[in-house]
């Protein structure tokens, strides 16, 4: 079974401030599959990135930055000098590279607020 | 490029009341999934599709619940009858399978409210 920990469910932050959310993750596949959605007070689902099992290097975009550490199951985001704009629900994904096509399952999602 | 299409965007019903959420996902995917936000139980995956087939559906709550995806461009979930416990919010999203898993691309959602 596939399990998605996402241990923080809201965090607040100053604008400027740097933050980080943590995502753990637990699977039996040896191909998989993780993702970040961002869920905005507008209520869409915006992808944000999608990285495989084997792929193990940070991923730098803009203010945006993810640590893949398959040591530890975990996929990190980080938000540099966040934004009001920063403001949403975020959520950690993961989908097996097995028979089941590509099924997500989501964490609980961490409720980030950036207070100017 | 159009993202995936949902309609409608908000609806309020009375229970017992027949509910028809529909999809468009994006055009040239070939998997298509049903889920469902609630703030108890997060996101859900209800079922999904591929090439129009469903392929999975143990997510579906109850019989009251049921999809269909009379072609490539077009999904329906439908509730019948409708009771308040069923008010969430319903996302389709769309991907295309080439070998990988491929990133699922969400709607804007059904905003849907049963009194």
């Known amino acids: 079974a596939q399990k998605v920990t996402q241990a923080q469910t809201e965090i607040s932050v100053v604008e400027k401030e740097d933050v980080t959310l943590d995502c753990v993750y637990e699977?039996?596949?040896?191909?998989?599959?993780l993702f970040w959605y961002k869920q905005p007070p507008s209520g869409e689902l915006v992808f944000l990135i999608r990285?495989?099992?084997?792929?193990?290097q940070n991923e730098i975009s803009g203010r945006y930055s993810w640590n893949f550490q398959k040591s530890t199951s975990s996929f990190n985001f980080t938000i540099t000098a966040s934004q009001v704009v920063d403001s949403a629900v975020y959520f950690c994904?993961?989908?097996?590279?097995?028979?089941?096509?590509?099924?997500?399952?989501f964490g609980g999602g961490t409720r980030l607020m950036v207070k100017p | 490029d159009a993202g995936v299409i949902q309609s409608p965007r908000h609806e309020v019903t009375e229970m017992g009341q027949e509910v028809t959420l529909r999809c468009k996902p994006i055009?040239?995917?070939?998997?298509l999934f049903w889920y469902r936000q609630t703030m108890m139980r997060g996101l859900e995956l209800l079922i999904y599709?591929?090439?129009?087939?469903?392929?999975?559906d143990s997510g579906m709550p109850e019989d009251r619940f049921s999809a269909k995806m009379p072609n490539a461009s077009f999904s329906t979930l439908k509730i019948q009858p409708s009771e308040p416990r069923d008010s969430a919010v319903y996302f389709c999203?769309?991907?295309?399978?080439?070998?990988?898993?491929?990133?699922?691309?969400f709607g804007p959602g059904t905003r849907l409210l049963v009194l």
């Open positions: 999203a769309s991907s295309f399978l080439a070998g990988v898993a491929e990133t699922q691309y």
């Open positions: 699977t039996r596949d040896t191909t998989y599959y």
């Open positions: 990285r495989n099992s084997f792929d193990e």
């Open positions: 994904a993961l989908s097996g590279d097995n028979n089941a096509g590509n099924m997500l399952t």
């Open positions: 055009s040239g995917h070939d998997y």
């Open positions: 599709f591929n090439n129009n087939v469903p392929i999975d």
